[in-house]
């Protein structure tokens, strides 16, 4: 109980502790050549360039790109992961599976810069050469798509534990009724067994969509931070919440450092809709089909 206390009381104060650093820049005037400023909040909310000298702040489409780059990874990482948790629980031999369990564990555990690392040179070079096959020069590589796919390979293992501890729980008379009724093993996995699993499957979805929307370190390494927006080109370079906050954050001071903590404001009240959204999706389904 006194744990329980002690790790709630953390992170109510480092909320309030970055909820207070970040309406900071909105209500203090900062002292910036000869000259004080504080920061418009509609133009910081709604705002399609990041940064215009002195005070002129916007975060608007790092909103935006923020949501269609987690868009771009569950699109990879949701099929990617349904169909390798039913090939690890169903399919494969004890043996494989066991193998590939122990896999996708390490995969879990291994730091977001390795990632990260991994995108620089890997990922950048295979999205440089598809742009090229579109006549489309990028950065490099360095892009939307090369941040989605970085987060979606560090999201897969994420959402199929969780799948698979899903679909592991599905009660095998449902399987065999389905197989006495005459369906295939194919037809029995997808339209019973993920049926069955959808909930916990859909709770692997939202820690994923979680972790998609905060990460930094990785997606900083290759996203670009583009200084205006929003661009829905998957080629060009995009700037993420995340990215934002990280980004030469230990070489500024003053407004430039606070206005950060604001970015910090709008990455929590994301996260917390987003979860909120998803829960009452997955509840509704729940109660849709009697679980």
Known sequence: MAITIFCASIIVFITFFI??????????????????????????????????SPNNYGAGFVIINTIFVTLMALVIAIPVSILSSLFICKIAPKKISK???????????????????????????????????????????????SAAIVLAI??????????????????????EGSLALGAS???????????SARSGIFSGIILGVGRALGEATAVSMVCGNAGSGPSFNPFDITRTLTSTMLNSIHETSGLDYDIRFS????????????????NFINNRIGKRYGQ
């Open 154 to 175: 560090m999201i897969i293992p994420t959402i199929t534990m969780v799948s698979n501890t899903s679909i592991n729980a599905v009660d095998k008379k449902f399987i």
């Open 185 to 195: 093993k194919t037809q029995t996995n997808f339209k019973v067994v993920l049926t």
């Open 263 to 278: 970015v910090g404001v709008l990455l929590i009240i994301i996260i917390l809709v987003t979860n909120f959204l998803l």
């Open 99 to 145: 193998v590939l369990n122990y896999a996708i564990e390490i995969l879990a555990s291994i730091p977001s810069v390795i990632f990260g690392l991994f995108g620089m040179g890997i990922i950048t070079k295979f999205v440089k050469n598809l742009s090229s096959l579109f006549n489309y020069q990028s950065a490099g590589g360095i892009s939307s798509l």
């Open 19 to 52: 909820l207070i650093k970040g309406i900071t820049p909105f209500v203090k005037k900062y002292q910036i050549g000869e000259g004080s400023y504080s920061v418009n909040f509609f133009k910081f909310l709604f705002g399609t360039t990041w940064f215009v």
